[in-house]
């Protein structure tokens, strides 16, 4: 199924609203998820409708998002238990409008839950000239190194940089596979790819059902688990449990740097733009094509989707968009 | 051979002075390599004096390490071609001194080189209660994932969290193995593990002097690159050129901040304390006897060493310990 822009939107809002979330939330959230498609992550877009009808189901009708104290480089936010996906997006606003007065700025939010690409806040920020980096603390799913209990969230982290032309986004999980992927092989009944995931007896698995009531490994080894911690440390600033047990009250932190504190704002933005080039001007190992820049690809899909301009069509597979329909019967 | 506390500082001073080095920063360097080897760093401890000799005689003489820029939240500090080692020392404490008053704080130092253990850096942050943060872009010596070209340093982090009891300390390099030990290697005609490094024409190499030659890889693929790339874009902020060619103007960033911006203090450290002990308390995997929280080994030789008072012995290496003595020659 291929919508237009619009239809997608209004599509997504329509299903956001009549599970309850409001109407202004609603509309971030849809943008969120319609970028996502026009950037190259179909299973990050409209595909994420049903699992978001189902959690906004179970759940008392959210409050408003305030912020609860806010000092000269810093705020704290009350989520009013909304989805992270306008949640962040009015805390890294926050934080970038703390940025442009003080240089440097620090943002909690709690009482949240559930997000998507973190690269579409800490682009904000890179937008604006500035340094952005958030990462979340979630619902417990991965194992400690050397470890076999779920205690750690996926963990996310993402952090972006401005340049003279396209920023540097660097967005990734800090566990060796998703809840997103585990559900998507279990419900095609699909295993999961080996090395990824333990049993709830610590044996390593493929079964997506066994990896969901075990744990997921920490990516990486004994350096990504203690990347993972550092995520999970920062997120509970916000007051989030040490262990997070159900899909609630999430850890988020955001915080937002402007060059201009230590050197001339456009001379940082230049050099990044000068690292940027000669990383993808160097000779790639033998086998591979080109030597990549971190969201060079996802920046590169969005473009073209914008050149097509009023052309730009939102791909939703068709079993999918079927079951989105449902939601609204 | 066994040195007592004051008789290995007094050792290490003595080599530095002699070098060049100005007393009052050899004091610090000595105070970090005392620290490593009781800490059960080793080959971070004295046994680096040789090389550092070797660094510094290659130097003109280095002048002051000053602040030369502050606001109320940042500082810019020029190391005056000094040693990390020291410079590294008095920009974390600018930093702590910053965020005391302002809740958090950037620093960046320009105009210096090699450093030891950042988690040393951090930790002193920890013990003041508050998160530190600091990374270094240092010599060109590792290849961008899926490249062939030494365009990254190795790039190392450190993060310290403050808690109830002893602090969570993380310190890694982001390349897959680090010049002191491909050196080390060279030298003791031993080769490198498979899958660290490559040669000059891309090739995965196990002879330390061709991974001297060639690149190390990133560690961890795509996600260990991206991370890197981070890392050298934050040390950036110093002013350094986005590909450091020798071993000197590194770039260094540190951040601090103050729990109490979002949350009493104590609360954030008793949940970082609570959150260790889950850890330690956890199911380790089979055949993993303990799960282990980051620092945890380092902090426990320490006390050890704390514990045995003026009986605690810096063990160097005799044939090291020879090699010292004749740069006293």
Chains 1, 2 share one sequence.
């Not at 599970?19 to 998820?33: D, F, I, K, S, T």
């Not at 940089?161 to 920023?167: G, L, N, T, V, Y």
């Not at 230049?270 to 060079?296: D, N, T």
Request: aromatic share 6%; with cysteine; charged share 20%.
């Amino acid at each position: 199924m291929q919508l237009t822009i619009e239809d997608a939107t209004e599509l997504a809002v329509r299903v956001l609203t009549r599970y309850g979330m409001p109407q202004r939330y609603a509309a971030m959230v849809a943008e969120h998820l319609v970028d996502a498609a026009l950037s190259g992550h179909e299973f990050a877009s409209l595909a994420r409708l049903p699992t978001l009808a189902k959690l906004l189901q179970d759940r008392p009708p959210a409050g408003e998002i305030r912020v609860v104290k806010e000092t000269a480089n810093s705020a704290l936010i009350d989520g009013g238990d909304n989805i992270a996906y306008a949640v962040s997006v009015i805390a890294m606003d926050k934080a970038i409008e703390i940025c442009r007065k003080s240089g440097i700025a620090m943002v909690s939010a709690y009482n949240t839950w559930f997000s998507g690409r973190l690269a579409y806040y800490v682009e904000r920020a890179a937008r604006q000239g500035f340094i952005g980096i958030h990462c979340m603390h979630g619902t417990a799913r991965t194992a400690p190194f050397g470890g076999m209990e779920a205690l750690l969230g996926t963990n996310p982290i993402a952090i972006a940089f401005p340049s003279a032309d396209e920023p540097v986004i660097i967005d990734m999980s800090m566990s060796a596979t998703t809840h997103g992927a585990a559900n998507l092989a279990k419900a095609k009944g699909e295993t999961l790819p080996a090395g990824l995931a333990i049993d709830s007896s610590g044996r390593p698995t493929v079964d997506p059902d066994a990896a969901l009531k075990g744990a997921f490994l920490a990516w990486g080894g004994h350096r990504g688990y203690g990347i993972s911690l550092a995520v999970q440390l920062l997120g509970m600033l916000a007051g989030s449990e040490p262990v997070i047990g159900d899909d609630s009250r999430f850890g988020q932190f955001y915080l937002v740097i402007d060059p201009e504190l230590v050197m001339p704002r456009e001379q940082y933005h230049a050099r990044v733009s000068e690292l940027k080039k000669i990383i993808k001007a160097s000779r790639p190992a033998p086998g591979v094509e080109k030597v990549r820049v971190p969201g060079e690809n996802s920046l590169a899909h969005r473009q073209r989707a914008r050149d097509a301009g009023a052309a730009a069509e939102v791909h939703v597979d068709d079993t999918i968009y079927a079951r989105i329909r449902e939601l609204l019967n």
